[in-house]
């Protein structure tokens, strides 16, 4: 069964950039896989900020921006802030028309 | 501004069936796919399925044989039955609409525990 990994956790100093990544453990992500991230705070919804890709969500700023690095989906944060720090999941679609979370990043600035 | 609220029990006995209702307001459930996520505690989040307006659905492969999805749409409301639940299955669910090959509007998310 195919996983979809990223980076356990990363630290980021307030104004830095960081990039996060979700991969495969078997094959390459590709726009196919039409990858979205989301930042989610415990306790609350999960907020929808890429999809398809690279398409920022409706008010998310600019600092936030997706691509496809090698053979893996990122999501860039550049100038972090405060209140970036956060869960960070990739979804990408697979074959069957099934979608499948990442194992989740959580992004501290600090 | 679409908006979905989960409801249904907070706690369900091991062995029973745990049922999840999501209603739709702002905005009409027909022409799009809606979808049931969990997060167990301490856990990743899950894709659970989604259904169509129509009432297809597509399941996680690795819930599929305890999992059913139904949709309502004169209350404009969407639904989770989930059999034969054990400890596992405790976990936050949410419901949220499919945009596009994404996920653009969400629930607060339930917890539901598995406990007797």
Known sequence: ?110 | QVQLQESGPGLVKPSETLSLTCTVSGGSINNYFWSWIRQPPGKGLEWIGYIYYSGSTNYNPSLKSRVTMSVDTSTNQFSLRLSSVTAADTAVYYCARFGLYSLDYWGQGTLVTVSS
């Open chain 1, 1 to 110: 069964q195919t996983v979809v990994t990223q980076e356990p956790s990363f630290s980021v100093s307030p104004g830095g950039t960081v990039t996060l990544t979700c991969g495969l453990t078997s094959g390459s992500v590709s726009t196919s896989h039409y990858p979205s991230w989301y930042q989610h705070t415990p306790g609350q919804a999960p907020r929808t900020l890429i999809y398809t890709t690279n398409i920022r969500s409706s008010g998310v700023p600019d600092r936030f921006s997706g691509s496809i690095l090698g053979n893996k989906a990122a999501l860039t944060i550049a100038g972090a802030q405060a209140d970036d720090e956060s869960d960070y999941y990739c979804v990408l679609y697979m074959s069957s028309d099934i979608y499948v979370f990442g194992t989740g990043t959580k992004v501290t600035v600090l």
